[in-house]
């Protein structure tokens, strides 16, 4: 933390310690970004993100990591051009009437009434070393909500806390568990069939 905190000091008037920052969490913003809005705006997003950042940097308070800091830029930037290529961002897998088909796998007993198929393989990393699988997972990932696809990044493939995800996305810690339990259960629906079928 120390560390962070002198880079950040030092990036306020040393043009090379901001690019150590800009080295250290450009990918991870990128992916965010990629989250968000897709691949084909991500890099300008980012880059627009990177420019909010540095006007910012001195007013940034330390109330959070750097890597949430930026983060919360690049949401709101990827949000932002969200709403000038006249979409929405979509809030309404929230509601609470909306249907949890995960529930209907369960009995009232609590056990399995539909059980998952046996998959193939038999750990996540077998799954992954399937490169067609990699692809499907990819347009599994760009068919689940903004928000959706947001929160499963920063948390599964980031290690983001419920808290930062929250502060990042502008939304509530049920919203954010709502989020994560629904695409999670999105992309296993679509991995079983895939282990069924052989296609996406």
């Known amino acids: 933390m120390e560390d962070e905190h002198l880079l950040i000091a030092n990036a306020l008037h040393d043009h090379n310690a901001f690019r150590v920052l800009v080295d250290r969490y450009y990918p991870l913003m990128l992916s965010v970004a990629k989250s968000i809005i897709g691949d084909s705006l991500a890099e ?42 006249n979409r929405t961002i979509s809030m309404s897998d929230l509601s609470e009437g909306s249907q949890d088909t995960f529930l209907e796998r369960y009995g009232s007993n609590g056990h399995w009434s539909n059980p998952p198929t046996h998959w193939h393989n038999d750990t996540p990393e077998a799954l992954l070393n399937n490169h067609q699988l990699k692809d499907c997972l990819n347009q599994y990932m760009a068919k689940l909500s903004v928000q959706g696809r947001a929160a499963l990044t920063l948390k599964d493939m980031h290690g983001i806390s419920l808290d930062e995800i929250c502060n990042i996305l502008d939304v509530t810690a049920s919203n954010v568990r709502v989020l994560i339990h629904r695409s999670r259960h999105q992309i296993f629906e679509h991995i079983e069939h895939f282990q069924e079928t052989g296609t996406c």
């Open 44 to 85: 300008e997003v980012v880059q627009e993100a990177w420019l909010s950042a540095y006007r910012n940097l001195a007013k940034f308070e330390k109330r959070s990591s750097i890597k949430t800091w930026l983060f919360t830029i690049v949401s709101n930037e990827a949000k932002n051009r969200l709403r000038k290529e």
